[in-house]
Nanobody
Framework: QVQLAESGGGLVQPGGSLRLSCVASESIASINTMGWYRQAPGMQRELVAATTRGGSMNYAESVKGRFTISRDNAKNTVYLQMDSLKPEDTAVYYC?????????????WGQGTQVTVSS
């Protein structure tokens, strides 16, 4: 099981930026997919962005062109750069590590970090 610790959330005005960090307790180089999800009050958790160990990335349509996911394997860290933030980006953001093995798919989650976009 991978321990994940998010940081970088906070209160920001519309149009502002934040960078979230997710530090893993072990090497992420072999983890199939590292991703960021978010959950707003009363809503289901949704994928925001993900990056595979092969280097591919995918984004939710709502954040394309505004958010950038990156990973630093040497630091066991995944980042989410969020620019041009909107009030609808307000949510708890969770880091996810997904491993795929012959025995199944395994997901580990961080505790989450609150992002609030408001004037």
């Amino acid at each position: 099981q991978v321990q994940l610790a998010e940081s970088g959330g906070g209160l920001v005005q519309p149009g502002g930026s934040l960078r979230l960090s997710c530090v893993a307790s072990e090497s992420i180089a072999s983890i199939n997919t590292m991703g960021w999800y978010r959950q707003a009050p009363g809503m289901q958790r949704e994928l925001v962005a993900a990056t595979t160990r092969g280097g591919s990335m995918n984004y939710a349509e709502s954040v394309k062109g505004r958010f950038t996911i990156s990973r630093d394997n040497a630091k066991n860290t995944v980042y989410l750069q969020m620019d041009s933030l909107k009030p609808e980006d307000t949510a708890v953001y969770y880091c996810n590590a997904r491993r795929v093995a012959w025995s199944g798919i395994y997901d580990d989650w961080g505790q989450g970090t609150q992002v609030t976009v408001s004037s």
